[in-house]
């Protein structure tokens, strides 16, 4: 079975007074190598979303850069940002750790 073509990895999410997202902490596939943490507010990381980029919660391994353990797929239902599985309605990032 293939893997799927990861575009970027969400670490942490913030959440503003209204439950929508107001910043990830994450990063960023440039070709074979990752990035270094990057902060995207909310409406960056929707236009990637618009955009076709993939994105998957999951953490970066200690000691190895472009290694990471990944989670579920972040998706965009109704202009509500969500990990698969879960309802649309306010944004819900399941199992990504609160910065």
């Known amino acids: 079975m293939a893997r799927i073509k ?5 670490e942490a999410v913030r959440y503003n007074s209204n439950g929508m997202i107001s910043l990830v902490r994450s990063y960023e596939r440039h070709g074979v ?11 960056a990381l929707v236009a ?7 994105f998957v919660t999951g953490q970066r391994k200690a ?5 990471f353990e990944t ?10 940002i969500v ?3 879960q309802p649309a309605g306010k944004d819900h990032l399941a199992g990504v750790s609160i910065f």
């Open 63 to 67: 000691y190895y850069g472009s290694v």
């Open 48 to 54: 990637c979303l618009k955009n076709g980029k993939k």
């Open 71 to 80: 989670g579920k797929t972040i998706q965009l239902v109704n202009e509500s």
């Open 33 to 43: 190598v990752w990035s270094d943490d990057i902060l995207l507010d909310r409406n």
């Open 6 to 10: 990861i575009d970027g990895v969400i």
């Open 83 to 85: 990990t698969s599985g």
